[in-house]
């Protein structure tokens, strides 16, 4: 058997002229239902008014329904840790980034807020801006703004302000 006599027959393909039929019963069909609709306007407006104003209102629960509550995402930041008097830590600042951030250290605890680091000389004093990651011990604890250990003194263990003692926001103390 030769190649030629292999090969089937071609089917002839006759493309089909009516596809377009279905396209327009369905816009003809769409055209119908809207033209009834606006004719519910002029000849019965109360049914007209009344279905769009069904329609709003289910569009508005359906925006107004919430998912589930426990599927909230959680908002995390820097935690308060119990701290305890004589122990270790570390200095961190909890809302820096940079690891060249300092942390401020004050004579008096509350008047953090106090302070406009604008001048180059407070910025540049001795022990007030301490490098993060300098231990430290805690020796005592102050209360301010209705929370409990909110400020920490603290007595520097290593680097040139060894010994000092100071107070820092607690948060800062990790």
């Given at each position: 058997?030769?190649?030629?006599e292999?090969?089937k027959p071609?089917?002839?393909?006759?493309?089909?002229?009516?596809v377009?039929?279905?396209?327009?019963?369905?816009?003809?069909?769409?055209?119908?239902?809207v033209?009834?609709?606006?004719?519910?306007?002029?000849?019965n407006?109360?049914?007209?008014?009344?279905s769009?104003?069904?329609v709003a209102?289910?569009?508005?629960?359906l925006?107004?329904?919430?998912g589930?509550?426990?599927?909230?995402?959680?908002i995390s930041g820097p935690?308060l840790k119990?701290l305890?008097?004589?122990q270790r830590y570390?200095?961190?600042?909890a809302?820096a980034?940079?690891?060249?951030?300092t942390?401020?250290?004050?004579?008096?605890?509350g008047t953090i807020?106090a302070?406009?680091?604008?001048?180059?000389k407070?910025?540049?004093s001795?022990c007030?801006h301490?490098?993060q990651?300098t231990p430290?011990s805690?020796?005592?604890?102050?209360?301010?703004?209705g929370?409990q250990?909110?400020y920490?003194k603290?007595?520097?263990e290593?680097g040139?302000?060894?010994?000092?003692?100071?107070?820092?926001?607690?948060?800062?103390v990790?």
């Amino acid at each position: 058997m030769s190649n030629e006599e292999n090969a089937k027959p071609e089917e002839n393909v006759q493309p089909q002229e009516n596809v377009t039929q279905p396209v327009e019963a369905a816009t003809g069909a769409v055209g119908n239902m809207v033209s009834s609709f606006l004719s519910l306007k002029e000849s019965n407006p109360k049914v007209f008014f009344g279905s769009l104003g069904g329609v709003a209102v289910l569009l508005v629960l359906l925006m107004t329904m919430g998912g589930d509550d426990g599927a909230k995402p959680v908002i995390s930041g820097p935690a308060l840790k119990d701290l305890a008097i004589g122990q270790r830590y570390v200095l961190k600042s909890a809302n820096a980034y940079d690891v060249a951030a300092t942390v401020r250290l004050v004579a008096t605890p509350g008047t953090i807020a106090a302070y406009d680091d604008t001048e180059e000389k407070d910025r540049s004093s001795v022990c007030q801006h301490i490098a993060q990651g300098t231990p430290v011990s805690v020796l005592e604890f102050a209360d301010a703004y209705g929370k409990q250990k909110t400020y920490a003194k603290v007595r520097i263990e290593d680097g040139d302000c060894k010994g000092n003692e100071a107070w820092a926001l607690a948060i800062d103390v990790q």
